[in-house]
């Protein structure tokens, strides 16, 4: 069983920035794909970042956060980042972090970003 813990949402102003990070514990965190998902009110929950779990931590970006968002990983810490730039009004969101390991996905239970105007 895997669970994940994610951390670091609040509310920022427009332009400012935050750090979010999912703690996961469990099995074969090294080798799992991780992504960062967001769902706004009354929207479908959609991807906006991944880090595969190969060696390269090889990384993938939806358009919306390309330019402004980074995710990363700690291994040693089973921890993955999503570190947030330039944050506009539109990405107020719920934000939940994913494992993807050996065919079975997990959920994080989800962090309220808020970006005021």
């Known amino acids: 069983q895997v669970q994940l813990v994610e951390s670091g949402g609040g509310l920022v102003q427009a332009g400012g920035s935050l750090k979010l990070s999912c703690a996961a514990s469990?099995?074969?965190?090294?080798?799992?794909?991780m992504g960062w998902y967001r769902q706004a009110p009354g929207k479908q929950r959609e991807l906006v970042a991944r880090?595969?779990?190969?060696?390269?931590?090889?990384?993938y970006y939806a358009d919306s956060g390309k330019g402004r968002f980074t995710i990363s990983r700690d291994n040693a810490k089973s921890t993955v980042y999503l570190e947030m730039n330039s944050l506009k009004p539109e990405d107020t969101a719920v934000y939940y972090c994913?494992?993807?390991?050996?065919?079975?996905?997990?959920w994080g239970q989800g962090t309220q970003v808020t970006v005021s105007s």
């Open positions: 994913r494992a993807s390991i050996e065919g079975r996905l997990y």
């Open positions: 469990g099995r074969a965190f090294s080798t799992a794909v």
């Open positions: 880090i595969y779990g190969d060696g390269g931590g090889t990384t």
